[in-house]
T-cell receptor, first 115, second 114 residues
Framework: ETGVTQTPRHLVMGMTNKKSLKCEQH?????MYWYKQSAKKPLELMFV???????ENNSVPSRFSPECPNSSHLFLHLHTLQPEDSALYLC??????????????FGPGTRLTVL | RKEVEQDPGPFNVPEGATVAFNCTYS??????FFWYRQDCRKEPKLLMS???SGNEDGRFTAQLNRASQYISLLIRDSKLSDSATYLC???????????????FGKGTLLTVNP
């Protein structure tokens, strides 16, 4: 399935590095999301973009910086991360109707390890 | 009380068994409900939406009880391929007007054994 793709699939970085995660959706959707999934915790919503505008920032530290240049692409820029930021980062997209039936489709995720 | 609460399991059942999962949610104004499935080291995938009248998709049946604020998923005739983590997902009705947020439970791990 190639509806939502993410790169890289795995990333190891030091605390002083700067890296970016990329997400692309091929579903014609208007809304895109970043989630964090840590071990033993539920998925946590980080950011929401609808028609390229950020509509939600779920109190995410500034060391995570999202960018949405168009409705098909979403980036998550990372800098000076901490070891506790190690997790699976999932991108999702949806039609963006904001209605009850608006279904989110997930990419395969980037497994991030911060040393 | 957690926003969405599930029994983490694990549930270990033999092939052919019937298994049921429950989930409770705290926001009585929640508007939409879903079950997602997540295989080990993979992304979550929508299994089915949950409607007030209850709905069935093959071997899977979902029920919603708004009065008691719980959702259930019933799997009949379990297959080995049903082994996964099942995530209960709720869309709360946000006062700010944003309907994009989904709240996930931690998931219930199911292992179907031969």
């Amino acid at each position: 399935e190639t509806g939502v793709t993410q790169t890289p699939r795995h990333l190891v970085m030091g605390m002083t590095n700067k890296k970016s995660l990329k997400c692309e959706q091929h579903l014609g959707h208007n809304a895109m999301y970043w989630y964090k999934q840590s071990a033993k915790k539920p998925l946590e919503l980080m950011f929401v973009y609808n028609f390229k505008e950020q509509t939600e920032n779920n109190s995410v530290p500034s060391r995570f910086s999202p960018e949405c240049p168009n409705s098909s692409h979403l980036f998550l820029h990372l800098h000076t991360l901490q070891p506790e930021d190690s997790a699976l980062y999932l991108c999702a997209s949806s039609r963006g109707q904001g209605s009850g039936t608006d279904t989110q489709y997930f990419g395969p995720g980037t497994r991030l390890t911060v040393l | 009380r957690k926003e969405v609460e599930q029994d983490p399991g694990p549930f270990n059942v033999p092939e052919g068994a019937t298994v049921a999962f429950n989930c409770t949610y705290s926001n009585s104004a929640s508007q939409s409900f879903f079950w997602y499935r997540q295989d080990c080291r993979k992304e979550p995938k929508l299994l089915m939406s949950v409607y007030s009248s209850g709905n069935e998709d093959g071997r899977f049946t979902a029920q919603l009880n708004r009065a008691s604020q719980y959702i259930s998923l019933l799997i009949r005739d379990s297959k080995l391929s049903d082994s996964a983590t099942y995530l209960c997902v709720v869309r709360p009705r946000n006062s700010g007007g944003s309907n994009y947020k989904l709240t996930f439970g931690k998931g219930t791990l199911l292992t179907v054994n031969p």
